[in-house]
């Protein structure tokens, strides 16, 4: 269940650290040890001789070696985690202030071919041999087309709630995600979660539902930025889109043998293309002799976010497991809403930061629920 949600957000982080555990059980079973062993139970006191003299040699050789290794795959793991949060920091606000623009509220099918097009460059220099990051498959476009709109969806929903509501709403709604991926798997698939996991979710859906009538309610002071209704209704369906999106994806997984990146590399040259189909019925595009040059910059910059989201994400999948990538996770959910929260004008005792607060000690308790079921399931 767990590997399921986390392969939408990580390129399936349960996957790798797995690869990861099975090459530490090989490593038990190195050959070079049994060889030792045939040495030493020679009677040829030369060749016995050497290969203590070897082994009094390597051994600090390699001990000398690995801690450097070690420490600066820690200290890579931890700076591409660091730049991972504050791209989708940056990215978040960067995408609220564009959208804050009347001009850009309404072109939103645009915005989101473009940054189709600049996951598909990203990806494209990634799997170069310069980089070669991963090897680049092909896929029918009809076995990919449901998935790209689908893609298509996952993007454009959230993205015009982010533009008719706060950004602490915005974020703390997306904690639906989680239960709602869990309740389409149980339909669809029969899985189940674990009791304390489900019981784990019900203050977080409780949350959200707190802070999605709050942060709605009209108010006299013009400074406080509220969540009008379409905001909740796109936020609502934008999590209904992203949880099939997510749900599929692990479908498709199965289906086509690919891993995300191969996967992703696919579909957004397709969702892209799709979205030109519709974008001159749909968008209502700004004056583009009147776009100020601050705005082309944050456009800008929201595509450079995207693209070290993506670069990121390859480095966090390999150096590190699903605590570290769950505890990034919150970090970042934090993070936004409390700079959402700073920048909405609400006071501190505002009824609204009780949901805030139970909707983020739900998804925290569920995490910790999951982990510990995967442990369990490990041993």
Known sequence: ?????????AGSFASSSTETATLHELTKLDPMEDSVQNLKSLNDEE?????????????????????????????????????????????????????????????????????????????HILSRPMFAYFT????????????SIAMCLNVILPNLSLAFSSVTFYQIARILLTP?????????????????????????????GMVSYYDSLPTS???????????????????????LYTVWIASYHRKLQMSSMQLLYNQAPIASFLLLYVIPFVDTFPDWMTVPGNR????????????????????????TGPVSSTVVGHLKTCTIVALGWMVSGRAIGDKSVLGV??????IVGYSVVMLQHQKQQRK
């Open 1 to 9: 269940m767990a590997d399921n949600q986390r392969t939408e957000r």
């Open 47 to 123: 060749r016995l001789a050497d290969a203590e003299e070897d082994e009094k040699l390597l051994p600090s050789s390699n001990e000398k070696e690995e801690p450097p290794k070690a420490k600066a795959s820690f200290a890579g793991a931890v700076v591409w985690m660091v730049v991972n949060t504050l791209a989708t920091i940056g990215i978040v606000f960067t995408n609220k202030a564009i959208f804050s623009d009347p001009q850009w509220k309404l072109c939103q099918l645009t915005f989101a071919s473009f940054h189709f097009l600049v996951t598909f460059l990203t990806l």
């Open 136 to 147: 680049p498959r092909r896929a029918s476009i009809r076995d990919l087309l449901p998935l």
């Open 180 to 208: 709602t991926v869990a309740l389409m798997n149980f339909v669809l698939y029969k899985a189940t979660l674990p009791r304390n996991a489900i019981l784990a979710l019900i203050p977080a859906c409780l949350g959200v």
């Open 221 to 243: 002071d013009s400074k406080i930025k509220t969540t009008s209704s379409l905001g909740v209704f796109f936020a609502f369906t934008g999590i209904f889109a992203s949880s």
């Open 296 to 319: 082309w910059l944050m456009i800008g910059m929201s595509g450079a976010f995207a693209s070290l989201i993506n670069i990121s994400q390859f480095f966090i999948i390999a150096q």
């Open 357 to 362: 607060f139970v909707a983020i000690g739900g």
